[in-house]
């Protein structure tokens, strides 16, 4: 059973409704100026925050990171560095309070390091000098040591040659997006004492570490590992122990045949709690995971939230350690519940029409919290007596700009599902039919939620209405929603979609005839899908998709997912034809469509956009392609971001005014 308790939200609702009588609407180019804020660190005195801060330098079109420092219960913001060319990220406190730590490539050919800045005053040092990519951190209880997360180094340390070696590949897995072709290049664990300066090495083999986490006595780390024969074929990642010196035992805490991940020592170290999935098979895309208590050890391994039926994220412990924290994406919504270990209950903390994004427990009962609606970007709030309370003014810039209204909607499907979703209409009224986009979701586990969406606001704020809709495959509705497009791509999603199309327009809101598509990676999928299942859509865009499945067996990074959900090709022949049907069926396509894509992309390669493109070319449906040189599946470069918002309001009101 879940208890709830209510509270007062103050400076979320009230800074957030939609508002009247603003200067001007949101537009592409006003993306430039929001401030993105991430990875918040509470001090050991509860009484700070520290985070980093992403703006965007036009000149150089790109995005710097800098780090700041925020009073909890105060009002005094102070920006700790101020880098011009490289960012500073992943800054962490010293458990004693006396340092702050963070990552950057300044001043380093081998990029990021480990730098200090002492509280008490004076610039910030460089710690470390270490060949390979640094992924993470975390400092040992009494403050003396580091443990680290280091990829082996490129040519074994040694410079590169002036000309590139052949790519030898003989792995399962053997590309990546963003890290391109993989090599046996393993991540693993060292320790760093800060006085000596002395670098050891803790795990070794062809195994990948991650998700570190310190024994409150500084005996022992916890980490996450997958020690099969070829972790490459399957998700086994288990929670193991290792002594925190040189040639430490290690323990294999957990044996489910999913995955585990994410251990957390309880501030006592009786305590390991941690995220399992909910399948123990070897690998599922459609899975959520659910929170887990064991004993140090790893005996008496006890299921917390599996009653839920709704993924957790994100778990903490109170620093008493009787309660632990944790998020649940949940119809649209992201909050907090906490369980409590004496009782045994789940209570639900805050709750609201926006997400929770992260959270911090610093004090029993107080969380710091990262938190957006859908007419505010991230900011920090405090949660403290069942008050909410903004910390952080990044966005107050949007002050004078007007947003889109959003609400949820429900939809039934032809098959009876009843499917969630979010509408976005500059008339709040709703008082006459509008042009509409449904613009879908990628993942397709993910979930369309009460946040800032600035595609979705920026095409609404064009004099569109704009759907929102979590087809069945979306994660917040329960594992089986979430299961139900298991090797069944473009079936029921299609229905889902369709059904809230139809919902729109009987409501006299969407104009049946001015109606647009599109969507990014899995939502690009869906809108090739649906344009060859219907043929009522006007203009689509498609982004970073594929249509012809079998082509990309090999191609991308999903081979893992393809073997065991579908099978290889060569088994399962009519299976990969069947779910190629937008492009085996491409003459039913009418629509025209612009396509787009990274030319970096590894996750959804190009050559998914070339082909449709290519076949609605041959038959003069109108179609462009656009391609973003050095981009990988997400487009970082801040003029290409402003550039495809753009592309997509050109194209629509091309085809859809």
Known sequence: MKKYILICVIGIVCNGLYAQNKTRLFKPADLL???????????????????????????????????????????ESIQLTHEKEESATSAKWSPDGKFISFLSSRDSKNGDQIWLLDRRGGEARKLTDIKGDLSGYEWSPDSKKIALLIQDPENKGKEAPKVPLPIKIDRYHFKQDKEGYLQHLHTHIYLFDIATQKLDTLTKGNTDENSINWSPDGSHIAFVSNHTADPDRNDNFDIFTIEAKPNGEIHQLTTWKGHDNNPKYSPDGKHIAYLRSTSDVDYIMYDQDILCLMDADGKNNVSITQQLDRPVVSANWSKDGKSISFLVPDDRKQYLDSYNLVTKKITTLNTGN???????????????????????????YSLEKNIIKKITHLQDWLKDIQFAHVEGFKSKSKDGTDVSGLLYTTDSTKSKKLPFILYIHGGPVDQDDYTFDDIRQTLACAGYAVAAVNYRGSNGRGIDYCKAINADWGNKEVIDLLGAVDELVKQGIADPEHLGIGGWSYGSILTDYTIASDT?????????????????????????????????????????????????????????????????????????????????????IPTELILYPNQYHGINIPSYQVDRLQRYIDWYNKYLK
């Not at 801060?53 to 909890?72: F, G, H, P, Y």
């Not at 029993?364 to 900011?379: A, F, G, K, Q, T």
């Open 536 to 620: 009522r859509f006007k203009a689509a865009a498609a982004g970073a998709g594929s249509a012809l499945q079998s082509s990309m067996y090999g191609a991308d990074q999903y081979v893992l997912q393809y073997d065991n959900e579908i099978g290889p090709p060569w088994k399962a022949q009519d299976k990969w034809i069947s779910l190629s049907y937008p492009f085996y069926h491409a003459d039913k396509i009418k629509t025209p469509v612009l396509f787009m894509s990274g030319l970096k992309d590894f996750n959804v390669p190009t050559v998914g956009s070339e082909q449709m493109y290519m076949a609605l070319k041959s038959q003069n």
């Open 354 to 380: 926006y997400g929770i994004l992260n959270n911090l427990a610093y004090l029993n009962d107080s969380w710091v919290l990262e938190i957006s609606s859908p007419y505010r970007p991230i900011e920090l």
């Open 33 to 75: 100026k929001i401030k993105t804020l991430s990875e918040p660190q509470v001090s050991p005195d509860d009484k700070w925050v520290i985070y980093n801060l992403a703006e965007v330098d036009s000149a150089a079109d790109k995005r710097v990171t800098n780090l700041w420092m925020q009073s909890i219960k105060g009002d």
